[in-house]
């Protein structure tokens, strides 16, 4: 089958989204064939998933245009676009876990008003069937939570099916599989393509999309950089076309006599929070970036260093000592400070003031016999707003209604008036203007000059690339490789994060094609 | 001068509305029943209202954490009997308050231990805690309300002036030291961390279990002095005492001002709450409104408070601008 000579079934054109002012897409476009498989691929932040938000009609876009069969689309609701026959399947399946399987499907396909009665044996037929298009053998009549993960998966495209979704969206659909799951959802995407079904398929496992996908589009910094066919390209090319940007931004690296250790792991692991083995230490004066893919394991490396998920295996040294931190408390105790992600949420208190978060992780020290030094209070937010130049109208303002940036640097600003020996910042910049951004690597800069360790969280390449005397790469819960700062580049970092991805499905893909 | 009032009004913005509202019904009485402001009458409203004023103050702090309690009636009536009980048994009138604020301590913290270490959800705890205490109650006292006091029962044994004036001072004295220690104590400032965002207070290293439990013991400290300072005011001791109480409490609480959600709110709402709806309940029996009338009108204010702020907040929402571009002086 030529795929060029399909027809093209869905047409993206220049679409552009921008969440509070920060670009989510900047110039995305790529053309979907009727039975074809089309890769999508980027780093973390590349605008995948924003991508297919949109295409579900779960968030609106900006500009641009979208096309299904040749004629333009207007802005749908998700409800609408379902019926467009658009469905998509995610990585962690949407289905009711305390409804029946037949149930589950049943919601998304049929279409009675809330008076008409309910025909279960069809229903239960309806399922029956469904499910054997996809190839499961599953009771329709099970429990959805009783399943495992690659059934609930099979019940969702099913259901997919079922309410004739023509082009299908399978968002990293095989990373939490084993082997063979993996292998029968292949399988069943296979099938679906040779019915006429288009798919838009992401996976990080780039040897997969190799065997599945007919084309693949490379999105980078919100914009396509290009549309190829599979067999033209090598792995190392698409990994080049996913960093291939240059270093735009300047960073104001400087090197810093190193001190003694300050956080030394010995395979530390939480199987709570799937982290094992993991060991590295971070001196004082050193930036040690942590990178990887999302869902690596380390944000949750971080809440183990910080005594939110205590670690169950090996071992913590703080300044030499061994601890144990079981709590923050435990952790702020011994000089450890984490400023987490998403800081809207959790980082700052957002009904407080200024002045009030910036002393919260320290009113121990501000209380004498309880009582809090209003005036020391008022000094310390003068002082570290100054310092970390916090641009509001007054300090009492509620951090509400500061912008992203700023709300970062009152997040920091907290931990810096605990003094801390080391500081864990988990996306310092994610989705935080150029400016603020600017300032905030100066500032972790000046830090380490002054000896603090600092370990630092990023999805951006650039990012860890420019700040890191070293770099951990995480993979799948452990340490995939530890680089130097010279020998750090981004298509290595990238390679190493998918490294292992890579080795399973070469050897599985191997064995599969001898077959 | 303008600048202070500025910033005192956005300081007390929540506070605003239930003190207009407590100003226009004093000035509304003052022209239909000027009676209403005789010694007497005034008296007789703060005693009336001190209980419900103290244990309101527990439950400011229980809403300020987001949490709720509901089990401060019965609370009431299990510190109210126990009080007769003890002095019956011929306890000192002078150790009976000891045992009395212990056994509000512990039903406290029997809350706090459920909701702040086990995580349960608070309203069905504290429903649970209402039904179950009334109901022990009940059962041992048989529903007879506890008669036959000693003499120095009613009043601590003082002359009841003293005694009243001894009850009004407490109540002033909880009140502004509650209100003190809100804003200057660093466990304050730990209430409504947990109450505004309790996963953020926890990764700045604050313990929300810890918060919690703390008041929700608070309260059951305050429910048994508010019990016994009511209890002494009589020379028997019913034995459903505190009925209705929970819900007097959460409405003073709600209509001074503090966002049932948690996180805002002050003591000096609360007392204003308190006292609004106190006058309100008396106002209208002077304009011969019956009693029944009483309640469902509270109610209404209740509704109309929770209305008040929803809609505040969502207008708040509209409004936010971002920050001007100052730096921080």
Known sequence: ?515 | MSALLSRMSRRHAREAPPTAALGIVLIAMGVVAPSFFSAGNLRDLALNNVAVMIVALGMTLVVLTGEIDISVGSQFAVCSVAAGMLAKAGVPIMLVPVFVLALGVLMGALNGLLIGMLGLPSIIVTLAMMVAWRDTLRWTTDGAWIQDLPANFQWFGMSPEAAQLMIMAVGVALATSGAWALRHLALGRRVYAVGADAEAARLAGIDPRMVKFGVFATTGMLVSIGAMLNAVRFSTVPSNAGIGFELQAVAAVVVGGTAITGGRGTILGTVIGVALLGAIGTALTYVGIGPFWVKAIQGLIILAALGGDALFTRLARRAHLPARAVVAH
């Open chain 1, 1 to 515: 089958m030529n795929i060029a000579e399909e027809p093209v079934v869905l047409r993206v054109t220049n679409v552009t989204k921008s969440y509070a002012g920060v670009t989510a897409l900047a110039n995305a476009s790529f053309d979907l064939r009727a039975g074809e498989v089309h890769a999508l691929v980027g780093e973390n932040g590349a605008g995948k998933s924003t991508l297919i938000k949109i295409l579900t009609a779960a968030v609106e876009y900006d500009g641009g245009e979208i096309a299904l069969n040749g004629a333009a689309l207007p802005r749908l609701t998700p409800r609408q676009a379902r019926t467009l026959g658009i469905a998509a399947i995610y990585q962690q399946p949407a289905l009711f876990d305390q409804l029946t399987v037949a149930e589950n499907i049943a919601l998304g396909t049929e279409n009675a008003g809330p008076l008409s009665r309910i025909n279960w044996r069809q229903r239960r037929e309806r399922a029956v069937e469904l499910l054997a298009r996809v190839g499961a053998h599953i009771d329709p009549d099970s429990d959805v939570c009783d399943l495992g993960m690659a059934q609930q998966q099979l019940v969702e495209i099913a259901r997919a099916l079922g309410a004739n979704a023509r082009i299908l969206i399978l968002d990293e659909p095989t990373a939490s599989l084993s082997k063979d799951d993996a292998d029968n959802l292949l399988r069943v995407v296979r099938e679906l393509r040779a019915d006429g079904v288009a798919m838009i398929y992401i996976s990080h496992r780039l040897e997969e999309l190799f065997h599945i996908a007919n084309r693949v589009t490379v999105l980078r910094d919100g914009c396509t950089i290009a549309t190829l066919d599979m067999c033209d390209v090598s792995r190392n090319q698409l990994i080049r076309l996913m960093v291939g940007r240059e270093l735009t931004s300047v960073f104001p690296k400087r090197v810093v006599p190193l001190g003694a250790p300050v956080l030394e792991l010995q395979h530390v692991g939480c199987r709570a929070s799937g982290v094992s083995d993991v060991s590295f230490s971070v001196r004082a004066g050193e930036i040690v970036g942590l990178s990887g893919l999302v869902g690596a394991g380390r944000t949750e490396l971080a809440r183990i260093i910080f005594g939110l998920t205590p670690a169950d295996e090996g071992q913590i040294a703080v300044n030499g000592a061994k601890v144990r931190i079981l709590s923050p408390t435990s952790a702020i105790a011994h000089g450890i400070a984490y400023v987490p992600e998403d800081r809207r949420r959790h980082g700052v208190v957002l009904q407080m003031s200024v002045t009030e978060n910036i002393s919260l992780a320290a009113l121990r020290e501000l209380a004498r016999n309880g009582s809090l030094d209003v005036n020391r209070e008022h000094d310390i937010a003068v002082e570290y707003s100054r310092r970390l130049g916090v641009r509001t109208a007054s300090l009492r303002s509620l951090v509400a209604t500061l912008s992203g940036g700023n709300q970062q640097k009152v997040a920091l600003g907290r931990w810096l008036v605990t003094k801390p020996k080391l500081l864990v910042l988990d996306e310092p910049t994610q989705g935080i203007d150029v400016g603020a951004k600017s300032e905030i690597h100066s500032l972790m800069m000046d830090l380490a000059e002054q000896g603090m360790a600092i370990l630092m969280i990023s999805s951006e390449l650039p990012e860890i690339l420019g700040m890191s005397d070293r770099i951990v790469v995480m993979h799948d819960g452990t340490v995939a490789d530890v680089l130097d700062r010279s020998e750090a580049t981004q298509e290595r970092l990238l390679a190493r994060a998918l490294q292992r991805e890579t080795r399973e499905f070469t050897s599985f893909f191997a064995a599969a094609n001898e077959r």
